[in-house]
């Protein structure tokens, strides 16, 4: 079976090939990363403008680059929420317009359910059932995943996600948008020891979140300080410790709960190299296995719904081509 995936949630179109014997076929993406900075953040209205004009030109080019007509696809996945509504309407009507001329399947695909099961597309994918830690702009959560739709929400963030936590912070320090990418290579120019911020809710005994506090410290420290390069280096370095050690703790406190030894990390903050280094460190120490997808898959992209659309049609057959979108929308509740 041949599923064509769109993702167009946020400020990323998305659209990818995935068979179901042959794996992931080919995929596309256009960032609006350059259009939003101008603005300083997401804008929706500009955001589902410009997946209107991609969506088409994204899957020509993923048929020519796979050598396939439209003819060959046997059913569609797009991304039914969490997300922008404008956007997800985008990516959901044309999902049915083409499942309608093809008379061929639709599905609404979770986002995040795309996102934890990513690293499913990797030559060595985890087996179920797994801890899933999903981190990115607008979620942080803690998942046990005991098979596909069977997700149970373990902790969660109580205000800011993580992501969210980093953009704000890189605007703190002057370092525009998109914040999170910046503050990180900053970070990589820090002196170590320093500074010294809080780790929100380490101690709670509980799996859940909280950074808006982090951020509110980091406000504070810089109002004391004189911003230059490297002050902000150090300050960006100290913020990104304290996140990583506490998603860190909490992920291995989920593992410990749940009994099982086997982590994914998804998302777009599950790019960042520290994270990354520090829960394969931390794997390697204390005898887990940790799985992260492709870089080019932390981010929201087409793959991830295909592969989602694509395990969720084994399991229910969709009826008819009319669709909906779900801008709120819990995991646990697929």
Same mark, same amino acid.
């Given at each position: ?51 209107? +004009? +991609? ?16 003819? !060959? ?34 599905? /609404? ?14 030559? !060595? ?62 970070? !990589? ?18 799996? #859940? ?11 504070? %420290? ?33 593992? +410990? ?14 790019? #960042?190299?520290? %994270? ?5 460190? #931390?794997?390697?120490? $204390? ?21 989602? /659309?694509?395990? $969720? ?10 669709? #909906? ?10």
């Amino acid at each position: 079976m041949l599923v064509l995936g769109i993702e167009t949630s946020c400020d990323e179109t998305g659209v990818a090939l995935y068979h179901t014997e042959r794996g992931l076929v080919a995929h596309a993406l256009h960032s609006q990363v350059t259009m939003h900075a101008e603005y300083g953040g997401v804008v929706p209205e500009l955001a589902s403008r410009d997946h209107i +004009r +991609r969506v088409l030109p994204l899957t020509r080019q993923i048929l020519q680059t796979a050598n396939c007509a439209l003819s !060959d696809i046997d059913a569609i996945a797009y991304t039914e929420g969490p997300g922008l509504a404008g956007a997800l309407l985008v990516g959901a009507s044309i999902a049915a317009s083409l499942g309608f001329a093809l008379k061929v399947p639709v599905i /609404g695909v979770h986002h995040l359910e795309g996102h934890l099961l990513a690293p499913l597309l990797e030559p !060595d994918p985890p087996a179920f059932p797994f801890v899933a830690l999903l981190v990115s702009g607008g979620h942080s959560q803690l998942m046990r995943v005991s098979a596909i739709g069977d997700y149970e929400t373990l902790g969660e963030t109580l205000d800011d996600a993580a992501g969210e936590a980093f953009d704000k912070t890189a605007k703190l320090l002057g370092l525009g948008y998109p914040g999170g990418p910046a503050l990180s290579l900053r970070a !990589d120019q820090g002196v170590a020891g320093r500074f010294k911020l809080p780790r929100p809710m380490l101690n709670s005994g509980d799996l #859940n979140f909280s950074f808006s506090g982090l951020k509110t410290a980091v406000l504070t %420290l810089a109002r004391q300080q004189t911003l230059d390069e490297q002050t902000v280096a150090d300050i960006a370095l100290a913020f990104q410790e304290a996140i990583v050690e506490v998603l860190a703790a909490k992920a291995q406190a989920a593992l +410990r709960q749940t009994g099982l030894d086997r982590l994914v990390v998804a998302g777009g903050v599950g790019a #960042n190299r520290q %994270l990354r280094a520090t829960f394969s460190a #931390n794997a390697a120490r $204390r005898g887990f296995e940790v799985y992260y997808p492709k870089l080019e898959f932390c981010t929201d992209n087409g793959a991830m719904i295909a592969f989602a /659309g694509a395990m $969720r049609i084994r399991h229910a057959t969709p009826k008819g081509w009319k669709f #909906n979108v779900r801008p709120r929308w819990e995991l646990s509740t697929t």
